[in-house]
């Protein structure tokens, strides 16, 4: 439900959050089929309260085309229907969905066929056959993200295993998971406790002023790249100095004792300082490390770290497991929910942009998106018990030998060798590799996709977009498809939620064009 926090056109409807629904505290982690009653519920009441003369049909099939000239109706062709459903408008919340593979993906599967090896590409991992994983057999896994996270409860408690405190008792059923990724660590915990006392006012420095002036830049704007630092000239300070603001105000006002100035002097010079002037400014006023927001070393946390063997890296990164978990279930360390807060006002602002691409979604995700604690906990009983076993970042996975090879930068001279590999990502949501009909019908109507392959929309209200930039007056599609896609799965209450604020957008825009058709129609 929306609150007062969600600044938008529409009404605030107020209604009970997860956790007051399931009657749970908010330290409590809600599993996904909890989320997904609470969902359901929240539906059904949604249609209950519809307004007399609204009325809500529910076709099960499948879309298959939409068809319609721009300035008429469109038609909607299902799947096993010879006759199209009529609209004046469609709007498209089609959801993750299911890809082509790639080229790598393409070589290494035609590779383990030819070596009776085994090869599970991104999928969605419920929905993947994990019964060619055998048990003892070493898997090379390449992600660390909830993808990962859910291959691991799978193959684990949903092989029979079971936990005694923190200690993992196996059913030997399991295989031996080596996992590693490009930054070699898992997503950072949930946050384990709630907000409290003043929030950060946001936005400050990477607002709608920033965002209308970057836009109306007649030469454009650097847009981004793939990494921390490197998204572009002129996107990535105002992110950084927005996210640092977030970090910095929760620190001086609610924790004055950790710092060595007023925040009223302190914030004066960070509004008017740049790049290294922050840099020593935060350098003289805040003397612990550990209260400074770092966003490259966040990023990559075992840039430039080495150790000499495998086994030294698994006590490593267990520590760095343990110390993410206490840092993350401690409000002294509440700055990082006041960064999360940022992050969230941060991705409002990019959206706005429009044609960011996946860098940062990806970082935010990493960053507030990741999987709560008790799953943390888990991993590391499961490495203690030797179940799952860490190879470092920049992992790279080679075909040779009649195997597949992978190694890591953190580890020089390590490699695992094993005969099955699985890719723990979701497939990315090209438009050209995607599976769905409709999405790939869309594209080939006029509908156009960004050079990471998201369908372009209309920043401001999810039109989709053709060739020449003009919006489509009666289609409209929001989701993680396009390229107007919002943060995480599920908004936290009283943060503001991108989602909220677009999809209201996106409603106001229908209703407006009804109700414009509606009057022409009467005139």
């Known amino acids: 439900f929306t609150d007062e926090t969600v600044a938008m056109e529409g009404p605030v409807r107020e209604g009970p959050t997860l956790h007051e629904w399931a009657g749970i505290d908010g330290r409590t982690f809600a599993d996904r089929q909890l989320q ?23 076709h099960p099939r499948r879309a298959l085309r939409v068809s319609g000239p721009r300035e008429g109706r469109q038609r909607v062709w299902l799947e096993g229907r010879p006759r199209p459903l009529l609209a004046d408008l469609v709007v498209l919340t089609l959801g993750h969905l299911d890809a082509e593979l790639d080229d790598q993906q393409i070589e290494l599967a035609e590779y383990a066929r030819a070596h009776g090896l085994v090869h599970l590409p991104p999928d969605f991992t419920a929905d993947s056959d994990l019964s060619a994983l055998k048990a003892g057999e070493p898997v090379l896994v390449r992600g660390f993200g909830l993808a990962f996270v859910d291959l691991m409860v799978l193959l684990t408690e949903g092989r029979g295993g079971r936990y005694d405190g923190d200690t993992y008792v196996p059913s030997g059923q399991e295989p031996v998971l080596y996992v590693g990724s ?19 006012p946001l936005p400050r420095f990477f607002g ?48 004055p004792e950790r710092t060595l100035m007023s925040w009223a002097d302190f914030e004066e010079k960070y509004a008017a300082g740049n790049g290294t002037d922050i840099q020593a400014l935060v350098s003289a006023a805040v ?8 966003l490259a070393a966040l990023d990559h946390p075992l840039d430039g770290v080495r150790y000499g063997s495998l086994e030294e890296f698994q006590d490593g990164l267990r520590t760095y497991i343990e110390q993410d978990l206490n840092r993350r279930h401690n409000p002294e360390h509440s700055p990082d929910l006041a960064v999360f807060l940022g992050l969230l006002s941060v991705y409002g602002q990019l959206v706005r942009l429009g044609g960011i691409g996946p860098w940062w979604h990806g970082f935010f995700s990493y960053l507030a998106s990741g999987p709560p604690g008790p799953r943390l906990r888990q991993m590391l009983a499961l490495s203690r018990a030797g179940v799952v076993k860490f190879l470092g970042a920049d992992m790279t996975v080679s075909a040779e030998g009649g195997v597949f090879r992978a190694s890591s930068a953190t580890v020089p001279g390590a490699f695992v060798e094993a005969r099955a590999l699985v890719e723990a990502r979701l497939p990315e949501p090209t438009v050209g590799r995607a599976r769905d009909t409709l999405l790939r019908a ?41 390229d107007g896609r919002t943060p995480g799965a599920f908004t936290r209450p009283r943060t503001g939620g991108p989602a909220f604020r677009q999809n209201d957008a996106t409603a106001r825009a229908a209703l407006r064009f009804l109700r414009e058709l509606d009057g022409s129609a009467a005139a």
């Open 442 to 482: 869309l594209h080939a109507d006029g509908a156009v996709e960004t050079p990471d392959g998201l369908l372009r929309v209309d920043p401001a209200d999810g039109r989709l977009l053709d060739g020449a930039g003009r919006p489509h007056p009666r289609r409209f599609a929001l989701g993680p498809f396009t």
């Open 36 to 58: 997904g009653a609470y969902l359901r519920w929240v539906h059904e009441q949604a249609v209950a309260d519809l307004p007399p003369g609204v009325v809500v049909h529910h």
């Open 208 to 255: 709608p002023p920033e965002v209308e002036a970057l836009l109306a830049r007649p030469e454009g704007f650097a847009r981004g790249g793939a990494a921390v630092g490197n998204s572009g000239r002129d996107v990535w300070p105002l992110v950084e100095k927005e996210l640092g603001f977030a970090h910095y105000h929760r620190l001086f006002t609610v924790h």
């Open 287 to 294: 003397p612990d490390p550990a209260d400074r927001l770092d």
């Open 182 to 200: 490009r930054r070699g660590v898992p997503y950072h915990s949930k946050i384990g406790y709630d907000w409290s006392g003043e929030r950060p």
